[in-house]
Each structure stands twice: as structure tokens, then as C-alpha cells.
């Protein structure tokens, strides 16, 4: 079955840097797109970015963009986010999703457990 | 970027009862070449990722029972728990994927036995 873990989370300064990982298993990585999600404590959901299948095309929520990277390795069925000049406002437990589809974005068929990122000196 | 506004943020219903919750998007997710919602709704338990119960605004998703239902279209949709169970407990989210990829969710909805 599919299954999604990620990694890489942890305590970090304003204006520091974190790059979050998440490993792929059970499907096709390479035929699907790929998502970030996040959640601040107590706070709904976020859409925080996408990748198409191959990595192709990219695209950022307002609020990271230009801060945050996505990539994905397809070799490895690993996703990555890496963020940057992080804010306190970018505390939130990070999900990666696997989407429905291979274009820009649809629906969450698959949800990793998440991993939290504290912002904070 | 779409609004989703759900209603209530938080509810109360008895066991056996049913449970109504409310999504209103600021613009219609209904693509009119298909005439499919692009809509989606999500359970989340506490401490757990959110689970994919309905896409497409009322297709069940495998697995999940069927007292759970989708309806609507254009911008108002309904989720409906036909007979709560306590495992049912949960926030419930909608999720629009019609201006993809600037997907929006709902803010949520707290779903509690009375």
C-alpha cells in the first residue's frame, strides 16, 4: 500500500534554513504529482506547494514563493522541500501528499503522518 | 484565490443522528466542459493526517462507508453523515481543486457527539 514518511523537521531561527524530505513507497512515484501541505498547531489546512510527475513544473502558495523550493527525485521516490529565510508564521507540521493526477494539482489521495517545523529563537 | 467557507465551525450531534456540514466557494468549481465540481472532502482524527473521503463533490471514495455522502454543485456543497458513529468524530474539510494549482481548503468543521 502507499506510504509516505517524511522527515527532516525540527527547531530552526527565524531566517534560518530546513529541508524536509519524504520517502515514497507502494505506487508508481514517477507517474504521479506531488504535494506539500501544512498545518499550523491548532489551524486548518495549507497548500504550500506542487510538482508535476517529472518534475517538470513547480508552483508556490503566495507565502512561500521565493523562499521555498520543491524537487523530487524519481531514482530514489524521494520528495523534497527546502525552505528558506523561515518565519515564525512557517511554524506548522508539514504533510507531503501524493495528488491524484500527474499535472498541477487535484485532489489528495494519500497523506504522509507529517513532520513538525518549529520557527522560533 | 477561491474561498471556501465552511458552516458551522463546530457541531454537535448525537449518536444514530444525522450530521450536515456546509461548504460555499466564492466562485463557481463547476467546470462546465464536464460538468464535474471540482471538490473534495477530507477527514482528520486527532493527531492524524487528513483522510480523502469524497472527490469530485460526491464520489465516495473506496473504503469509506456509506453513510457518508457528497452533493451539490456551482458553489454550495454538502457533506452528509447519514448516521453518526463515535469513530466519526473528527474535523471535516472541504477542498477545491477547480483553480489548481492554487488549491484552497475550507477553515474546517469540529464534528462532536452531543
Known amino acids: 500500500q502507499v506510504q509516505l514518511v517524511e522527515s527532516g523537521g525540527g527547531v530552526v531561527q527565524p531566517g534560518g534554513s530546513l529541508r524536509l524530505s519524504c520517502a515514497a513507497s507502494?505506487?508508481?512515484?514517477?507517474?504521479?504529482?506531488m504535494q506539500w501541505v501544512r498545518q499550523a498547531p491548532g489551524k486548518g489546512l495549507d497548500w504550500v506547494a506542487v510538482?508535476?510527475?517529472?518534475?517538470?513544473?513547480?508552483y508556490y502558495a503566495d507565502s512561500v514563493k521565493g523562499r521555498f523550493t520543491i524537487s523530487r527525485d524519481n531514482s530514489k521516490n524521494t520528495l523534497h522541500l527546502q525552505m528558506t529565510s523561515l518565519r515564525p508564521e512557517d511554524t506548522a507540521v508539514y504533510f507531503c501528499?501524493?495528488?491524484?493526477?500527474?499535472?498541477?494539482?487535484?485532489?489528495?489521495?494519500?497523506w504522509g503522518q507529517g513532520t513538525l517545523v518549529t520557527v522560533s529563537s | 484565490d477561491i474561498v471556501m467557507t465552511q458552516s458551522p465551525d463546530s457541531l454537535a450531534v448525537s449518536l444514530g443522528e444525522r450530521a450536515t456540514i456546509n461548504c460555499k466557494s466564492s466562485?463557481?468549481?463547476?467546470?462546465?466542459?464536464?460538468?464535474?465540481?471540482?471538490l473534495a472532502w477530507y477527514q482528520q482524527k486527532a493527531g492524524q493526517p487528513p483522510k480523502l473521503l469524497i472527490s469530485?463533490?460526491?464520489t465516495r471514495e473506496s473504503g469509506v462507508p456509506d453513510r457518508f455522502s457528497g452533493s451539490g454543485s456551482g458553489t454550495d456543497f454538502t457533506l452528509t453523515i447519514s448516521s453518526l458513529q463515535a469513530e466519526d468524530v473528527a474535523v471535516y474539510y472541504c477542498?477545491?481543486?477547480?483553480?489548481?494549482?492554487?488549491?484552497?481548503f475550507g477553515q474546517g468543521t469540529r464534528l462532536e457527539i452531543k
Open positions: 510538482i508535476t510527475y517529472d518534475g517538470s513544473k513547480t
Open positions: 469530485w463533490a460526491s
Open positions: 477542498q477545491q481543486f477547480y483553480s489548481t494549482p492554487r488549491i484552497t
Open positions: 501528499a501524493k495528488d491524484k493526477g500527474y499535472g498541477s494539482g487535484t485532489y489528495y489521495t494519500d
Open positions: 507502494g505506487f508508481s512515484f514517477s507517474t504521479y504529482s
Open positions: 466562485q463557481s468549481v463547476l467546470y462546465s466542459s464536464n460538468k464535474k465540481n471540482y
